[in-house]
């Protein structure tokens, strides 16, 4: 049997006013509605209940205008939504014109509304974990390519299951210079980079500032780059009013995700991740003009040094290390002074002084050492090294090899002097030759006179002798410096090479007679070649006389002619003592002679020199003490 729960009204009972005191009385928040649900009046409790959610009854009044009015004679639960305390539910019981409202705390509810919050707040804690993570990596990163890579692990761990792509282009022409893709993409999808409209309104990217070169569009819609995908979002990478392309992220068919708060956490990565990419261009371009700039001070063709300062070398390019035979790591770090002889300190010092006072020198010329032990001739312009806040850090010397200036300086002036002999020797041959010639023609006539008389003095013969030898020395030294200054311009001819060697083998026979030595021939068969006939004969004569004079009696001078290629090679090589190699490297040097003095005027080599230069080839020694010395005649074939 059914209860009857309607009110039952007791004749002579209290009256609406005791009711209504009734109802102000009661300890559970409580409120009357006309069916409208508007309410009519609500008890303290009810006062009570709102303040503890910290709403109004204005607030109830207008959470109850949007909600649904119960049948007449039901009831129904309505969940309150206020700011405060979650869980506020309202029970409406409706008998006919009146709607009775009663307020309470469902606990289940407000569990419910605490396990979302604390989801939401875990949620938010990951979030805000990997964007650290993420903020840590990017700022650690390389290059580009490792921020893409260091990204791409940001977006898998904050949005799993999803395709999305990374776009990083160039800011002033859009290109795109990285790429990565979580997913299969549509043919060509990847360009150009489409932007989202509102997106860009709200990131104040100015159209002006876009790229021109259609590589990015802005369109209202993105179209969607995956394969299988039904929705998606994307942000723009923007900083400092710049882009630097885009993240796209699409959504698979069946996969359940709160795309607005994926939209709202994205566009925190984007910017942060734009800034990024700002960063790692930056030091990408950075790191390329520092790299192109250290290349360009490396392979100058110019030597280029920097010291610090306290004088210590910082900067030593290829020119340098070429020029010197030093590596670079031999003087990096090396005190300045380490490279320059000890006579040229003072000098530098005052360089270098100016140079840290401020001043520059133009030029500065002075010697380095090499490995080697050699030195080399140097000028350098001078400059001061700024720091950044503007004090000289040190000095700049940038200059150039004059090491084969100074020599041609010096063979121009040994060329002057040669002239000046050549005039000279022109002028007063004759006044000595006459005069000599007339000498020795006479001592040799009294000698020979003296040697055929019975009786006659030795000591005479001897000093006769010796004014002979004189005089001819004499006569010899004239013709060699004619010779030397005025080379003779015959005109050039065929010869044969072997016939040029025997003819000088038979000019030296009183020197190989005198010096009590051998000649020993070995000949190869070669063709013409076009010379000077009797310039060569000079040469050779030349080359037989001082091997002739290099070696005790019982050596042997060995002549051997070959051919090499497009080269006839005649090779002079005696059984000497050799020449000491402090001296081989200036043996070629006019007047230079390691003979006794008075024994030769050393011209002869230099003249060899030049007259086989003159016809296109080359004179070269190689020597061994102890082991004798081989001199080697190239001279170009004529080509038929």
Known sequence: MKTDTRAVRIPGGPGPESFQAF????????????PMLRLVAVNEAFHRFCADHQATVEDVARALAVAAVPVDGSSCDMELPLAGKPGAVLTMSRRGDVVAVRARNDPELARSRLVMAERALLEQARTEGVLLDLGRS???VGGEEELV???ARGVKELFPGRSFCIRITDSRTGGLTSLYAEGRMKEGAHEPLVLLQRAVEKLNLGRSTLPTTGRVTVLSEVPLLFLGSTHGVSAPLVASGQLFGAINMEYPEGLDADIQHDERVLLQLASQVAVAVKNAKLIDELTFVRKYLEDLLEKANALILVAN??????????????????????????????????????????VIAAALRGESVNSFETRLLSRDGNEVRVSFATSSRLAHHGEVDGVIAIGQDITVVKELEKRIIHAEKLASIGQLAASVVHEINNPMTAVATYADALLQRSRTTPGANPADQEKLRKILE????????????????????????????NAVVDMAVGFCEHVVAQARVSVHREYTELPPLSAVRANLVQVFVNLITNACHAMQPGGAVFLTTRREGQEAVVSVRDSG????PKHLQRIFEPFFTTKPEGKGTGLGLSICQGIVENHGGRLTVTSAVGAGTTFSVRLPLSVD
């Open 23 to 34: 109802f102000e009385a009661l300890d559970a928040p409580a409120a009357l509605c006309d």
């Open 138 to 140: 990017v700022a650690e």
């Open 149 to 151: 890579a260091a990204v």
């Open 309 to 350: 300062r306290q004088q210590e070398v910082v900067v030593f390019n290829q020119a340098l290390s070429a020029l010197t035979g030093f590596r670079k790591e031999d003087v990096l770090g090396k005190d300045l002074f380490w490279l320059v002889p000890e006579n040229e300190h003072l000098r530098l010092s005052q």
């Open 470 to 497: 004189s005089s001819h020395r004499i006569l010899r030294f004239t013709r060699d410096l004619v010779s030397y200054a005025r080379p003779a311009q015959d005109r050039p001819e065929r010869v044969q090479l």
């Open 577 to 580: 003592t050799g020449i000491d």
